[in-house]
């Protein structure tokens, strides 16, 4: 089976047929289980993302806040493996029929395998890989594995990126570009200030790859904000706390609806 670079692309070309940014949503696989991740991610894709990234947690998440770190702490903690989030990307995908990617440092696919964990992660159904912490000079044999599997490789640019860096990120990209709102780890923030419409409006400049906005988003007032001038706005730490700030899981899915719906309309302004 092949990926499903396409879907995603069809994803994004369609939210800007209809004249707004994709809801593109992050929760880490096995938080606060397996099921009940997979669960929770399919909750959020039903609820009005268009898109899944799908985090692969890490034991030493360095670009990940306290409230990423804490749910891959837990999700660690209960024994997850590599198999068990290729598992999560199948399952999302089949329930949903949207595009879902895995988010991961590249230590994890480097010791698992590179051919290995490509050749997985298509027949699972998946769209690609946002890596943050792979250089793009060192990312030829990825980005060979993921184009002969029909894989997205999304790479992650800052506001300190000079133009030739720009230039050359996202020329290796495809799928989208991930541009980083703020300088700094992910986490929610007061405002995503001015440094990424600037980013985005460089990255425009460099690249026809649609640009998503991601970091320092945490609800509907700024998912609208950024929806004004990007392809894309991606939430994660804003719902992995909404689930984890649930006294139990039930209450947990109603307050990822609860957001994701909010979040959705607000990227449709």
């Not at 009005?48 to 990423?68: F, K, Q, R, T, Y």
Request: aromatic share 4%; proline share 4%.
């Amino acid at each position: 089976m092949s990926g499903n670079i396409q879907l995603l692309q069809t994803t994004l070309a369609k939210a800007e047929a209809d004249n707004r940014a994709a809801l593109i949503a992050y929760l880490p696989a096995g938080f606060p289980t397996v099921n009940g991740g997979i669960a929770a991610i399919t909750e959020v894709l039903d609820a009005g993302a268009d898109i899944m990234e799908i985090g692969l947690p890490h034991s030493d998440p360095v670009l990940d806040g306290p409230v990423i770190q804490t749910a891959d702490d837990i999700a660690l903690r209960g024994g997850l493996k590599i198999a068990d989030v290729m598992r999560t990307v199948r399952e999302a995908h089949r329930a949903t029929g949207k595009p879902v990617l895995v988010m991961t440092y590249w230590n994890p696919v480097s010791r698992y395998g590179i051919e290995r964990f490509a050749t997985e992660l298509a027949a699972a159904g998946g769209a690609g890989c946002i890596l943050p912490d792979l250089p793009v000079q060192e990312s030829e044999a990825w980005r060979a594995q993921a184009a002969a599997h029909d894989l997205a490789t999304v790479f992650v640019v800052a506001p300190s990126n000079t133009t030739e860096r720009l230039d050359e990120i996202t020329s290796a990209g495809t799928g989208f570009v991930y541009a980083s709102a703020l300088m700094g780890v992910t986490g929610t923030r007061e405002s995503t200030g001015e440094a990424a419409h600037t980013l985005v409006r460089r990255v425009r400049a460099a690249t026809d790859l649609p640009v998503c906005v991601g970091i320092g988003i945490s609800d509907a007032t700024r998912a609208a904000e950024v929806a004004a001038y990007a392809d894309g706005v991606i939430v994660g730490s804003a719902l992995v706390a909404a689930l984890l700030n649930a006294p139990d899981a039930a209450a947990g899915h109603t307050a990822l609806r609860s957001l994701t719906a909010e979040l959705a309309a607000a990227v449709r302004r």
